[in-house]
C-alpha cells in the first residue's frame, strides 16, 4: 500500500478523525448557539475521545465479519493502549481545567464507560451484555451530551429552545448513523449477547426505527425556523441527514470499513465543517 494509503488508514484507524469530528461538533455547538468556544473543554473533548475510543478497540474481540480495520487492529493492539493512555492522562489534565463542571464531566465520563463496559473481561462488565437497548442509546446519548450539553453548561449559558431542538436533532442523526453500525454488527452482538433494539427488530422494523429517527430528526430541525435561524443555516444542518438517509439500503448491503468508519462517522461532523467552509 503507497505511504499516503497508510497515513489514511492510520488517521481514521487510531481514532483521531473521529476524535476530530467530536471537536469540531462541540464547536458547531457554540457557534449555532452563540456561545464562546472553551479550548480546554475542546482539547478536552478530543483526548476524552481518543481514550474511550482506544479503550474500547484495545478491548475488542475478534468478529464474524472480517475487515481491514480489524486486521489493522491486531497488528496495533499496542499502539490502542498508547493511545488510551495518552488520551487519559491528557483528559485528566484538561479536566483541572474545567473542575467547576466535575460532577458533568464525570457524568459523560461514567455514559462513555458504559458504552464499552460490557467489553472488560469480567463478570459483572459481562452481565451490561443482558440490559436491552443499551448499546445503541448509550452511545447516542454520550455523543450528543459531550458535544452539544456539554459546551452548553460550560459557558454558563441560558438554556432555550433553541438548544433544545438541537440536542433533539443531533440526537436522532447520531441515532440514525447508529442504527446502520448496529446493522452491520448484529451477527457480533447476537454471539456475544449483547442486546439493543436492532437485534432484537425484523428487516421491517429497523427500517421503521431507522425512518422514525430520520424523521425527527428533520422535523427538530427545521423547527429551530421558529428561533430565527436563518434558512441556510437549516438547510446546512439538513444535509447529513439527508445523505444518512440515501445510505439506507446501500449501507445495510456494503460493510466496507471507509463507508462506516470514515463517511457515517464523518457525517456527524459534516454540518459542523460546511459552516466553517461557508461561514454560515
Same mark, same amino acid.
Given at each position: 500500500?503507497?505511504?499516503? *494509503?497508510?497515513?489514511?488508514?492510520?488517521?481514521?484507524?487510531?481514532?483521531?478523525?473521529?476524535?476530530?469530528?467530536?471537536?469540531?461538533?462541540?464547536?458547531?455547538?457554540?457557534?449555532?448557539?452563540?456561545?464562546?468556544?472553551?479550548?480546554?473543554?475542546?482539547?478536552?473533548?478530543?483526548?476524552?475521545?481518543?481514550?474511550?475510543?482506544?479503550?474500547?478497540?484495545?478491548?475488542?474481540?475478534? #468478529?464474524?465479519?472480517?475487515?481491514?480495520?480489524?486486521?489493522?487492529?491486531? *497488528?496495533?493492539?499496542?499502539?490502542?493502549?498508547?493511545?488510551?493512555?495518552?488520551?487519559? *492522562?491528557?483528559?485528566?489534565?484538561?479536566?483541572?481545567?474545567?473542575?467547576?463542571?466535575?460532577?458533568?464531566?464525570?457524568?459523560?465520563?461514567?455514559?462513555?464507560?458504559?458504552?464499552?463496559?460490557? !467489553?472488560?473481561?469480567?463478570?459483572?462488565?459481562?452481565?451490561?451484555?443482558?440490559?436491552?437497548?443499551?448499546?445503541?442509546?448509550?452511545?447516542?446519548?454520550?455523543?450528543?451530551?459531550?458535544?452539544?450539553?456539554?459546551?452548553?453548561?460550560?459557558? *454558563?449559558?441560558?438554556?432555550?429552545?433553541?438548544?433544545?431542538?438541537?440536542?433533539?436533532?443531533?440526537?436522532?442523526?447520531?441515532?440514525?448513523?447508529?442504527?446502520?453500525?448496529?446493522?452491520?454488527?448484529? @451477527?457480533?452482538?447476537?454471539?456475544?449477547?449483547?442486546?439493543?433494539?436492532?437485534?432484537?427488530?425484523? @428487516? !421491517?422494523?429497523?427500517?421503521?426505527?431507522?425512518?422514525? #429517527?430520520?424523521?425527527?430528526?428533520?422535523?427538530? +430541525?427545521?423547527?429551530?425556523?421558529?428561533?430565527?435561524?436563518?434558512?441556510?443555516?437549516?438547510?446546512?444542518?439538513?444535509?447529513?441527514?439527508?445523505?444518512?438517509?440515501?445510505?439506507?439500503?446501500?449501507?445495510?448491503?456494503?460493510? #466496507?470499513?471507509?463507508?462506516?468508519?470514515?463517511?457515517?462517522?464523518?457525517?456527524?461532523?459534516? #454540518?459542523?465543517?460546511?459552516?466553517?467552509? +461557508?461561514?454560515?
Amino acid at each position: 500500500m503507497p505511504f499516503a *494509503g497508510k497515513l489514511f488508514n492510520f488517521f481514521v484507524y487510531s481514532n483521531l478523525f473521529i476524535a476530530g469530528c467530536a471537536v469540531l461538533m462541540a464547536y458547531q455547538t457554540c457557534l449555532l448557539l452563540h456561545l464562546e468556544p472553551d479550548n480546554y473543554l475542546l482539547l478536552f473533548i478530543f483526548s476524552a475521545t481518543i481514550c474511550s475510543y482506544s479503550f474500547h478497540w484495545y478491548l475488542s474481540t475478534p #468478529s464474524v465479519l472480517s475487515s481491514p480495520r480489524i486486521e489493522w487492529q491486531h *497488528g496495533h493492539h499496542e499502539m490502542h493502549l498508547v493511545l488510551l493512555i495518552a488520551g487519559l *492522562g491528557c483528559s485528566v489534565f484538561f479536566a483541572f481545567y474545567l473542575l467547576t463542571h466535575w460532577i458533568w464531566l464525570a457524568f459523560a465520563s461514567a455514559i462513555t464507560f458504559l458504552y464499552s463496559a460490557p !467489553k472488560i473481561p469480567h463478570p459483572y462488565f459481562r452481565a451490561l451484555r443482558k440490559v436491552a437497548l443499551g448499546k445503541t442509546i448509550f452511545l447516542a446519548m454520550v455523543w450528543t451530551f459531550v458535544t452539544t450539553v456539554l459546551p452548553v453548561i460550560v459557558n *454558563g449559558a441560558k438554556w432555550q429552545g433553541d438548544t433544545t431542538l438541537f440536542v433533539i436533532s443531533r440526537f436522532f442523526l447520531i441515532y440514525s448513523i447508529c442504527i446502520l453500525f448496529d446493522y452491520r454488527d448484529r @451477527e457480533d452482538d447476537k454471539l456475544n449477547g449483547i442486546r439493543s433494539l436492532v437485534t432484537r427488530l425484523n @428487516e !421491517k422494523g429497523i427500517r421503521n426505527l431507522f425512518n422514525f #429517527s430520520i424523521a425527527v430528526f428533520i422535523v427538530s +430541525t427545521i423547527g429551530m425556523l421558529f428561533y430565527h435561524h436563518p434558512l441556510s443555516r437549516i438547510i446546512v444542518l439538513l444535509i447529513p441527514g439527508i445523505i444518512t438517509a440515501s445510505l439506507f439500503n446501500y449501507a445495510r448491503k456494503n460493510f #466496507s470499513d471507509m463507508l462506516y468508519y470514515f463517511a457515517l462517522d464523518g457525517l456527524m461532523a459534516l #454540518s459542523a465543517l460546511l459552516m466553517l467552509v +461557508t461561514r454560515i
